[in-house]
């Protein structure tokens, strides 16, 4: 199957600050790629889509403002958590489609402090 | 709302025997299907996908889908303990995995020894 990587796998970070996690297809170009949050024993949120070129179309309920997303390339999508706060401490995943199936990046263990 | 359910387990299955998992659907458009194990504090990793009505068989996985009763499944053969998981049934109204999927919920696999 294709590769998703993400970076870094885990951040701490102080309240107000702000983090910047990348998200990267590596064999494969994905013009689509989807940013998801997860807190412990619950499910998938699908946040936003980021569209290649474009800019992301985010879910109900997500702050586009605190929660930037950046695809500058066919082969990067950035999230960047802006002014953290310990509510925004989570696991967040991003997947990448190919002309078939999405595949999901190893996620990113955020704590805000 | 278009709906992806799913029973949450815990399923419990003795090691070998056949694990069944089960996933309903609400969109009757719906194209494409996926089923996604997650491991505890790890991201999904996709397992297989159907298109067409039947089975499709990937060594000890069978993904079987019954468009009519907007129904799909999952069964494992001779079920391992690293089996235990949390598997995840995804749809999407389109082909193709550029496309925002659709989450059950889960349902939380303990195989025994």
């Known amino acids: 199957g294709a590769v998703v990587s993400q970076h870094p796998s885990w951040v701490i970070c102080k309240s107000g600050t702000s983090v910047k996690i990348e998200c990267r297809s590596l064999?494969?170009?994905?013009?689509?790629m989807f940013w998801y949050r997860q807190f412990p024993k619950q499910s998938l949120m699908l946040m936003a889509t980021?569209?290649?070129?474009?800019?992301?179309?985010?879910e109900q309920g997500v702050e586009k403002d605190k929660f930037l997303i950046n695809h500058a390339s066919l082969t990067l999508s950035t999230l960047t958590v802006t002014s953290a706060h310990p509510e925004d401490s989570s696991f967040y995943i991003c997947?990448?489609?190919?002309?078939?199936?999405?595949?999901f990046g190893p996620g990113t263990r955020l704590t805000v402090t | 709302q278009k709906e992806v359910e799913q029973n949450s387990g815990p399923l419990s299955v003795p090691e070998g025997a056949i694990a069944s998992l089960n996933c309903t659907y609400s969109?009757?458009?719906?194209?494409?299907f996926f089923w996604y194990r997650q491991y505890s504090g790890k991201s999904p990793e996709l397992i297989m996908s159907?298109?067409?009505?039947g089975d499709k068989e990937d060594g000890r996985f069978t993904a079987q889908l019954n468009k009519a009763s907007q129904y799909v499944s999952l069964l494992i053969r001779d079920s391992q303990p690293s089996d235990s998981a949390t598997y995840l049934c995804?749809?999407?109204?389109?082909?193709?995995?550029?496309?925002?999927?659709?989450f059950g919920a889960g349902t939380r696999l303990a195989v025994h020894p």
């Open positions: 997947s990448a489609g190919t002309s078939y199936e999405q595949y």
């Open positions: 064999d494969f170009q994905a013009t689509t």
């Open positions: 980021s569209n290649e070129g474009s800019k992301a179309t985010y």
């Open positions: 969109d009757r458009g719906s194209q494409s």
């Open positions: 159907i298109y067409s009505n």
């Open positions: 995804a749809v999407s109204p389109l082909s193709g995995g550029y496309n925002k999927l659709i």
